[in-house]
């Protein structure tokens, strides 16, 4: 069963254009959230994260939003390069259990 | 290093044979993880280390696999009798201290390839 769920394998978006990454949850009881990027043949960075108590977060060009209500998170990327075509990964865990939970991953391609 | 370390980048073997995959965390990271990416996969959760201690280990596929970490620092995630299921991307990752809202950061990974 899959506690965080990315449903669009992959995602196209012309460059200088919003890249929007959807992320879903299903345990209620998860009260972090992160957001990592990986580039092929290397590990996974992180990139921003969001907790429980908040709705939104945001670092320069990403915001991270998050529905509790409707346990779905989002990532915004504003304005999107091509260095930002990559694989991300949505992240949950919550502050009693030490693991982290990653979701499939989305492949974004930004394109010039 | 200033990074995750693992070594080797690659490893090719034939079915049966045991490995044996090194990490080495970044300097003063008191946590560790196992992770692994089969291919068109997300990261599965193997193991955590808090110092020494690998309080669960369930997370691991097979009483294949064992990991173990000494002097708080470098990990080996050993797979005996190697199976081609096995065939994947082994990613090691540390954070200062285990808990909440600490970002993991991650080595670029071993390729495993089970012929």
């Known amino acids: 069963d899959q506690q965080v769920k990315q449903n669009s394998p992959s995602l196209s978006v012309q460059e200088g254009r919003i890249s929007i990454l959807n992320c879903d949850y299903t345990n209620s009881m998860f009260d972090y959230f992160l957001w990592y990027k990986k580039y092929p043949a290397e590990g996974p960075t992180f990139l921003i994260s969001?907790?429980?108590?908040?709705d939104k977060n945001e670092d320069g060009r990403f915001t991270v939003f998050l529905n509790k209500s409707a346990k779905h998170l989002s990532l915004h990327i504003v304005p999107s390069q091509p260095g930002d075509s990559a694989v991300y990964f949505c992240a949950a865990g919550k502050t009693s259990y030490d693991k982290v939970i990653f979701g499939p991953g989305t492949s974004l391609s930004v394109i010039p | 290093g200033a990074g995750v370390s693992q070594s080797p980048s690659n490893k090719v073997t034939e079915k049966g044979k045991d490995v044996e995959l090194r990490c080495d965390p970044i300097s003063g990271h008191t946590a560790l993880y196992w992770y692994r990416q089969s291919l068109g996969q997300g990261l599965e959760f193997l193991i955590y280390?808090?110092?020494?201690?690998?309080?669960?280990k369930s997370g691991l596929p097979s009483d294949r696999f064992s990991a173990e970490r000494t002097g708080g620092s470098v990990s080996t995630l050993t797979i005996q009798r190697t199976q081609q299921e096995d065939s994947a991307v082994y990613l090691c990752?540390?954070?200062?201290?285990?808990?909440?809202?600490?970002?993991?950061?991650f080595g670029d990974g071993t390729r495993l390839s089970i012929l």
């Open positions: 969001i907790s429980s108590i908040k």
């Open positions: 280390f808090q110092g020494n201690s690998a309080p669960d």
């Open positions: 990752a540390s954070s200062l201290v285990l808990g909440r809202n600490q970002p993991q950061h």
